[in-house]
Each structure stands twice: as C-alpha cells, then as structure tokens.
C-alpha cells in the first residue's frame, strides 16, 4: 500500500520561508521520480517543483530561485523549500511519485501516487 505523507505546511507572512515534507512508503522510492503539485481555490492544479530518481530537477517559471527541491533516498523522503514566499503562493500542496519523469512534468493525469496535501497560507 502505497502512503506519501505531506508535512511542514502552515501559515507564514509574505518573505518567510517554509519546508515541506513528503515521507514515502510502500514505493522503491530510489527509482521514483516525486514532485510538488500545488492547487489554489478556483484554480488547477499545477506542477511547482521535480526531482528524477537520478537527481535531475525541474522548476515552474514562477517559484524558479526561491524555492528548492531535495530528496533523500536513504529517508524516503522528498523536500520542498520554499523561500521569498509571496501571497500567490498559497495553496494546498501535493506530493506525488512515479517512476516517469516525464510523466511528472508533462501528464500529471497519469501520476500514479498522491499524497493527501498539506495547506500553504502566506498572508501579505
């Protein structure tokens, strides 16, 4: 069974910085590709952040330089730090995990594994 488990959201002000966490199980997660999806009221979901199985990464334009993403294979864990927080970041934010990276960055509607979100507020 697999469980991807976010944690590390909250509430935080325009400028601060917050570190998300994705704990992994039930996956070999060393051949995994994992990402971060995020989703705002209203809006779709989209693609903020990939790493490959191999360490390879992929940033949306707008989150490019402020945030960064890790992983570490021995923890089955994935990260997210986000820095320079804006309002516009706000949203609930997903792991996911698929053994395609291609899949992660182009076909999220294949995605295999989510996790269940963890909620991002930044107040302005």
């Known amino acids: 069974q697999v469980q991807l488990v976010e944690s590390g959201g909250g509430l935080v002000q325009a400028g601060g910085s917050l570190r998300l966490s994705c704990a992994a199980s039930?996956?070999?997660?060393?051949?995994?590709?994992m990402a971060w999806y995020r989703q705002a009221p209203g809006k779709q979901r989209e693609l903020v952040a990939a790493?490959?199985?191999?360490?390879?990464?992929n940033y949306a334009d707008s989150v490019k330089g402020r945030f960064t993403i890790s992983r570490d294979n021995a923890k089955k864990t994935v990260y997210l730090q986000m820095n320079n927080l804006k309002p516009e970041d706000t949203a609930v934010y997903y792991c996911?995990?698929?053994?395609?990276?291609?899949?992660?960055?182009?076909?999220?509607?294949?995605?295999?594994?989510w996790g269940q979100g963890t909620q991002v507020t930044v107040s302005s």
């Open positions: 039930g996956i070999i997660f060393r051949i995994n590709a």
């Open positions: 790493i490959s199985s191999g360490g390879s990464t």
């Open positions: 996911a995990a698929d053994p395609r990276m291609a899949v992660m960055t182009r076909e999220a509607h294949k995605i295999g594994n």
